[in-house]
């Protein structure tokens, strides 16, 4: 009996472990998709703090506090419109990148697929950028 309630609550828990993880996944997606702008400033400030502990060996407080100065800095320049063009522009490039290196591997190294989706990656990146900066204001 003690055997067959710790079985049904290790169920139970695995459930709940399963569905926060899809939960978490979803909320990522929503602000990936729903505002990049703010996705690509905490992405780029989670980057920033690791690569400053990680290779110039900060302490973690002073990593919380660049992390957070670059996360500020990024949304405020990314308001702007000259900001936006650089920054949205740098960004939907390197995204797109980033699709085109998955395609290059999953289409075993052809390169013409990978050009093509950094091109449309870029494309769709931009226009994810320009959405999410008309819906600010």
């Known amino acids: 009996m003690i055997i067959g309630s710790l079985g049904s609550l290790a169920g139970v828990l695995f459930a709940v472990i399963i569905g926060l993880a899809v939960g978490l996944i979803a909320a990522i997606l929503g602000l990936f998709f729903g505002n990049i702008i703010l996705f690509d400033s ?3 400030a989670i980057i920033s703090g690791v690569l400053c502990n990680s290779f110039l060996t900060i302490h973690t407080a002073f990593v919380l506090i ?9 949304y405020l320049v990314q308001r702007t419109r000259f900001g936006f063009w ?7 490039l390197l995204w797109g990148f980033v699709f085109s290196i998955f395609a290059y591997g999953f289409t075993n190294g052809d390169t013409v697929w990978a050009y093509v989706i950094w091109g449309l990656g870029t494309l769709f990146m931009l226009i994810l950028h320009i959405r999410a900066k008309t819906k600010q204001y």
């Open 66 to 74: 660049i992390g957070i100065v670059v996360f500020v800095l990024l």
């Open 42 to 44: 905490i992405a780029l």
């Open 86 to 92: 650089i920054i949205g522009g740098l960004l939907s």
